[in-house]
Nanobody, 125 residues
């Protein structure tokens, strides 16, 4: 059964750090990404990484504070978030593209075939 399971969210104070994890089950994946959705807002792209890790992409809001990485041997993808801000409060979702899927379009929700259930990140001021 193919699934993605996120963990690592929580309640943190502004300025703190978190590392979100995404465990993949069932098959290897190509591009993997992180998206987030704040209350009342649409789901938005945060970061993505190619299968090899040689290519990454970050939303402007994530550049400098967010780092995406992956460990293919363990089928894990991580998102490190430093200097958390209240505006980072959201549910963070892991997404994955099936191997052989269509190209490097990391910012498109439709480019991903599988989604996790999300992990809540709440940043207090």
């Amino acid at each position: 059964q193919v699934r993605l399971v996120e963990s690592g969210g929580g309640l943190v104070r502004a300025g703190g750090s978190l590392r979100l994890s995404c465990a993949a089950f069932g098959r290897p994946f190509s591009t993997q990404g992180w998206f987030r959705q704040a209350p009342g807002k649409e789901r938005e792209f945060v970061a993505a990484i190619s299968w090899s890790g040689g290519a990454t992409d970050y939303a402007d809001s994530a550049k400098g504070r967010f780092t995406i990485s992956r460990e293919n041997a363990n089928k894990m993808v991580f998102l490190r978030i430093n200097n958390l801000k209240p505006e980072d409060t959201a549910v963070y979702y892991c997404a994955a593209q099936a191997v052989g899927g269509g190209g490097w379009f990391p910012r498109l929700l439709s480019a991903y075939d599988y989604w996790g259930q999300g992990t809540q990140v709440t940043v207090s001021s």
